[in-house]
């Protein structure tokens, strides 16, 4: 896998969508750090537990009127447990709980993943459903699918004390209220193996959403990843 | 093994004992290898591309290069001080001998419900002159050790895992070692 070549991709797809003429085009600009906690169990079981919070710093109309204030926006935390089923697969449930402001949103999530490694590179497919429920909105149903590869900056695998390259790409379907709309997710980052269960990633989450409606989103947040095994 | 950088537990033969080991590599410059090692991948003249590794284990070092040569994969291996340790070339299982593939269908029958061969490698030890003659395109010299390396997806009762397995020239099994995945929690959540 060459490097480069991931750069561009990443480049044309981010590039395609904010070169829309539409009117209603908007975005927010902002932070998304995340500590992600993972325990191994016995008879290859496993837990996640993820706290993550999002701050807004910027939104507005692309070529229209913004505003520079900082918001505090939402706070997430989830809870999955997980099952090895294969050699390199996994099922996972869990639980998610919104807190934004007054409202609480609960999701309820269900996932497949599959790592496969490659001379050089690993990349993972997650495949994922999730159901919201708040008393605010109406139920929200998704179907989503992510693809992640991981590349080594040095060598073949990563090690403690190296840098890696990761690109996340997601699809994410959804269905509220009898209305669908599609997400895509481009997020590249740059990560550091501290240790063998310590990692630390940075780098820019990128969605655009509700393109297929006329009102077309971007949002770019700034991430921050804490994964720990304990 | 040297290709599966992976967290390995050794299970020696016949020995209640696990042994962890632990193997680290990256990769390095030409001008980092020693000389011994460089002549000798040199005086190969292999076209293609060659990849240094420093490999790192819990109290060892070795040199490692790797390359394409005739459209198979090899790895050449070397002590710190430019010394050949072994080469190794990746084979298709219809390229070895059918009573060697007999022995390691039995052993592998053994040990597993179900089993899969994934990869096989040919290990060749021996000096570097012996080695020379893995690249020459004519027989390959009798006196060199052969040992055949081989990864085998395995279910048992208790799940399936992923095995390397060391056998020797007639098929005879040496060693084997569980295949212990990189955490990828990361690539997970």
Known sequence: MNIKLVFLLILLEISIFPMDLNAQTTFQFGALPALNINRKLKNDWSINAKIESRQLFRRGEINGISENKYNYVLTDYSLITAKKVGLNSRIAAGY?????????????????????????????????SDQTYSYVEQPEFRLRYRITTELPLNGEAVDPGEFYLKVNNEYVNSLQGGEYDLEIRIV??????????????????????SFLNQATRHSYWLSLNIFMEI | MRKLFFLVIIYLPGSLFAQVKFEKERRIKPRDVPAGALAFVDSLNIEQRIKWFLEEGESSKSIEAKFKFNKSNYSVEFDTLGGLQDVEVEVDWKEIDRSVKEAI?????????????NKIQKQYTGSKKLSYSIFNNQAINKELELKYEVVVRCSQSSGVELYEYLFDEQGKKLSSAKIIFRNSSHLEY
């Open chain 1, 96 to 128: 998610l709980i919104r807190i934004e402001g007054e409202e609480v949103n609960h999701r309820f999530i269900q996932q497949f993943i599959i790592v496969q490694k490659f001379s050089g590179f690993r990349l993972a497919h997650r495949f994922l």
């Open chain 1, 188 to 209: 590249p980052l740059l990560g550091y193996d501290v240790s063998s269960n310590f990692k630390l990633e940075s780098g820019l989450d990128y969605r655009v959403n």
């Open chain 2, 105 to 117: 269908i039995m052993q592998l029958q053994l040990d597993c419900a179900k089993f899969k061969i």
